[in-house]
């Protein structure tokens, strides 16, 4: 199973995937990192383990579809089964969404649909999530659609939120959970992949 992964930011899943595919843990192999952020932690963790990397933002490609038109070039060369989208901070453009539709997933660190859509990204939902006096969050593994976090909801797991727990510890929490459902769902996709080839 051949992935390509988005990613804005540290990157700290991203290298849980890295690790899982190391180990052969998960039989697939990460083809394409593609950021937004030339200064990203996931450019470096992607570098370390000599795994193609790209930028693509507004710097290099002005025009919003342009930029649509070199990520979806690039999928397309790394022949990618499927695309991740690993605290991707933009919204994938049109064309792309359309040529890999139904082979994008995204995480999300709550119970979708509560806490999600625009705004409701990073340390902000866990906040709203202790804010609304939840007993409960968790993460969610879907699809992507055009719009923010409402593309078919695949996997979930629960996280029972703490009487006495900050946002920073929730969100700690949530992130392992997170990680750990999204190898778990990979493994099954490469398992329905590898029987749909016999």
Same mark, same amino acid.
């Given at each position: 199973?051949?992935?390509? #992964?988005?990613?804005?930011?540290?990157?700290?899943?991203?290298?849980?995937?890295?690790?899982?595919?190391?180990?052969?843990?998960?039989?697939?192999?990460?083809?394409?990192v593609i950021?937004?952020?030339?200064?990203?932690?996931?450019?470096?963790?992607?570098q370390l383990?000599?795994?193609?990397?790209?930028?693509?933002?507004?710097?290099?490609?002005?025009?919003? !579809?342009?930029? =649509?038109?070199?990520?979806?070039?690039?999928?397309?060369?790394?022949?990618?089964?499927?695309?991740?989208?690993?605290?991707?901070?933009?919204?994938?453009?049109? =064309?792309?969404?359309?040529?890999?539709?139904?082979?994008?997933?995204?995480?999300?660190?709550?119970?979708?649909?509560?806490?999600?859509?625009?705004?409701?990204?990073?340390?902000?939902?866990? !906040?709203?999530?202790?804010?609304?006096? !939840?007993?409960?969050?968790g993460a969610?593994?879907?699809?992507?659609?055009? $719009?923010? =976090?409402?593309?078919?909801?695949?996997?979930?797991?629960?996280?029972?939120?703490? !009487?006495?727990?900050?946002?920073?510890?929730? $969100? $700690?929490?949530?992130?392992?959970? $997170?990680?750990?459902?999204? #190898?778990?769902?990979? #493994?099954?996709?490469?398992?329905?992949?590898?029987?749909?080839?016999?």
């Amino acid at each position: 199973m051949r992935l390509a #992964i988005l990613a804005s930011h540290k990157g700290t899943t991203l290298q849980c995937v890295i690790d899982a595919c190391a180990t052969h843990a998960l039989r697939a192999q990460v083809v394409t990192v593609i950021s937004n952020n030339s200064y990203s932690g996931a450019i470096r963790r992607a570098q370390l383990a000599d795994i193609p990397t790209h930028h693509i933002s507004s710097k290099t490609h002005p025009l919003p !579809e342009l930029a =649509d038109a070199a990520v979806l070039a690039t999928l397309k060369q790394t022949k990618a089964d499927w695309v991740l989208l690993l605290g991707y901070m933009k919204k994938l453009g049109r =064309d792309t969404l359309s040529e890999f539709s139904g082979r994008i997933l995204n995480t999300h660190p709550a119970l979708l649909p509560k806490f999600g859509g625009k705004g409701y990204f990073g340390r902000k939902v866990h !906040e709203a999530v202790l804010a609304a006096g !939840e007993t409960e969050s968790g993460a969610t593994i879907h699809l992507v659609d055009a $719009e923010y =976090d409402t593309g078919q909801l695949l996997s979930q797991v629960k996280v029972p939120v703490l !009487e006495f727990d900050t946002a920073e510890a929730l $969100e $700690e929490r949530v992130k392992k959970a $997170e990680q750990r459902l999204l #190898i778990s769902t990979l #493994i099954d996709l490469s398992n329905q992949q590898q029987v749909s080839n016999y």
